[in-house]
């Protein structure tokens, strides 16, 4: 297994399969909008449109298991993304990341690259970075800035372009 086996439901309700991404480099980061982290939307939406071209995608999973900081349903988080933080890369429905109703795909990402507490997410913003064959690369904390990630990202575009 490899995080493109999965698939989730896009904010606007179809399902996608993960595989979808199959080649591309992506961040997969769980969000809330009323999050003190939310100003990272912006970015993670500058690495998007920087390396869109070059394969690489974010995929944000909306979450609200952390202090009611989501709190809206799929079509108010959408809206919200898009008008305070303008965000244009790929949203999924509201799943939870922890508990009993955990998206299979953080099941995977979780076993596959465990934090400095275990495997648990412990807050919004956890990203997890994943190669062009679905292999979880890294985890990077809630406080990791996306400009802190560029450099590896950069680094996985590049192994593909070599390889092509």
């Not at 992506?26 to 939307?41: D, E, H, R, S, W």
């Not at 465990?114 to 190669?131: E, Y």
Request: aromatic content about 12%; hydrophobic content about 30%; overall charge positive.
């Amino acid at each position: 297994m490899n995080a493109y086996d999965y698939q989730a439901r896009t904010i606007r309700g179809e399902e996608k399969p993960l595989s979808d991404y199959l080649g591309q480099v992506v961040l997969i980061v769980n969000t809330a909008t009323k999050c003190g982290f939310a100003p990272q939307f912006k970015g993670l939406q500058e690495l998007h449109e920087t390396y869109k071209d070059q394969g690489f995608s974010v995929l944000g999973f909306p979450c609200n298991q952390f202090k009611d900081q989501e709190p809206g349903d799929d079509a108010q988080v959408e809206q919200s993304c898009q008008i305070n933080f303008g965000v244009n890369f790929p949203l999924f429905s509201k799943i939870d990341v922890n508990g009993a109703n955990t998206h299979p795909l953080y099941r995977y990402l979780k076993q596959n690259a465990s934090g400095i507490f275990g495997s648990r997410i412990k807050w919004n913003f956890t990203k997890f970075l994943v190669d062009q064959q679905g292999n979880v690369i890294k985890r990077f904390s809630p406080t990791t800035s996306p400009s802190k990630i560029e450099g590896q990202i950069r680094k996985l575009l590049e192994k593909s372009t070599v390889h092509a």
